[in-house]
């Protein structure tokens, strides 16, 4: 089992940057893949990034190919995402996950762990 922790949200200017944290309890961090989603106001939350256990390979969504950077640090038990030249329209809650199926996911049912969120607002 693992517990995360959102962290870096705010408000910021279109345009601008934010980098957002998660960190994780536990000495098995590295049997997980971890995932990015978001929840705009009103919408239904949808995938953002995802990554592997080892940091090798990630996927984006098209919507922040680009802009968006997911990294990880395994020794500090801590995934990251880089939001460069951020728009309004990114403005939503931003969700932490963890699964350990062992592969890339976009989607939302095959993460089991779930941080509690971190509220992310571009005006423009």
């Known amino acids: 089992q693992v517990q995360l922790v959102e962290s870096g949200g705010g408000l910021v200017q279109a345009g601008g940057s934010l980098r957002l944290s998660c960190a994780a309890s536990?000495?098995?961090?590295?049997?997980?893949?971890m995932g990015w989603f978001r929840q705009p106001p009103g919408k239904e939350r949808e995938f953002v990034a995802a990554?592997?256990?080892?940091?090798?390979?990630?996927d984006n969504a098209d919507s922040v190919k680009g802009r968006f950077t997911i990294s990880r640090d395994n020794a500090k038990n801590t995934v990251f995402l880089q939001m460069n030249n951020l728009k309004p329209e990114d403005t939503a809650v931003y969700y932490c996950?963890?699964?350990?199926?062992?592969?890339?996911?976009?989607?939302?049912?095959?993460?089991?762990?779930w941080g509690q969120g971190t509220q992310v607002t571009v005006s423009s």
């Open positions: 536990g000495r098995t961090f590295n049997s997980y893949a």
């Open positions: 990554i592997s256990r080892s940091g090798g390979s990630t």
């Open positions: 996950a963890a699964q350990a199926l062992g592969w890339l996911s976009r989607l939302s049912r095959e993460y089991g762990y």
